[in-house]
């Protein structure tokens, strides 16, 4: 579903991602850690085209987004073009980024309408359903400055599906909640894994890491530097960088 071959990304004179390669099977759960300013959320920016790579290749579900041309730069395929295999792809961002002037029905709506025209006698019944989904077809009518950060995270998420995506990024989905309402966003996250979406999540959360993920791509400046299954990763982690990182959050 996904294909990324040695991407690289400088801001000025830093070099953000130094060859960064990844894929991820349709149905897989992929955790991104690695330490702050590693280059987790500009690897998932590069990936959906909310940051331009340098030079690199990207593939979604099978589709070119991005090669090198003979020179060694960044060859996009054609804007409109740009937008449809992206389309592909939801995000789920740390401050769940809600229109704070639509209600939650709304919320789920606006795309689907707007982006991909579809009528909303059709969309409606989807987006309750995936509002029931994620417990809060109740608040259908609210507006989000009237949610909990859990409750505003979990729209988020049903609004990135009401697009029908085939693969779900998430940054730190959890990060911006207060603890005691990062379980309820991490269910509903458990719950898409279990229903075989595909997905790749950069986590603070380690049990959860550990018990969803399949693989772990461990991140340190700008390279992913150990790749594994969760299970393994988490018993014996073998790079020193991964390591001493795990020490630290668990
Ligand atoms: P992570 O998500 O792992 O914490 P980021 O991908 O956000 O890391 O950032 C990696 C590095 O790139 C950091 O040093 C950060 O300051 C830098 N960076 C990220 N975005 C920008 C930007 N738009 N302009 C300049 N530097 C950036
Ligand atoms: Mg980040």
């Known amino acids: 579903m996904v294909v990324a071959r040695d991407l690289h990304k400088r801001f000025g004179a830093l070099q953000v991602l130094g060859g960064v390669s990844l894929h991820i099977d349709r149905g897989e759960v992929i955790a991104l850690i690695g330490p702050s300013g590693s280059g987790k959320s500009t690897l998932l920016r590069c990936l959906n085209h909310l940051e331009i790579?340098?030079?690199?290749e990207i593939l979604i579900a099978g589709e070119k987004l991005v090669d090198t041309d003979t020179q060694g730069r960044a060859r996009y395929i054609p804007e409109a073009e740009i937008r449809r295999v992206c389309r592909r792809m939801g995000m789920v961002f740390q401050h769940f980024n809600l229109f704070p002037h639509f209600t939650v029905l709304e919320n789920l709506i606006e795309a689907p309408v707007t982006v991909k025209g579809m009528k909303r006698d059709e969309i409606v019944p989807r987006a309750e359903e995936l509002l029931r989904k994620v417990g809060l077809l109740d608040k259908a009518g609210a507006y989000p400055n009237r949610l909990s950060g859990g409750q505003k995270q979990r729209v988020a998420i049903a609004r990135a599906l009401a697009m029908d995506p085939d693969i779900m990024l998430f940054d730190e989905p959890t990060s911006a909640l207060d603890p005691e309402l990062t379980g309820e966003v991490l269910r509903t996250m458990r719950q898409l894994a279990h229903e075989h979406m595909t997905m790749l999540v950069v986590t603070h959360e380690m049990a959860f890491a550990?018990?969803?993920?399949?693989?772990?791509?461990?991140?340190?400046?700008?390279?992913?530097?150990?790749?594994?299954?969760a299970r393994a990763f988490f018993e014996n982690p073998q790079h020193e960088r991964a390591r001493a990182f795990l020490e630290h959050v668990l």
Request: net charge neutral; with cysteine; aromatic share 4%.
């Open 210 to 229: 550990r018990e969803v993920a399949h693989r772990v791509c461990f991140m340190d400046k700008g390279q992913i530097v150990e790749e594994r299954a």
């Open 53 to 56: 790579i340098d030079r690199g």
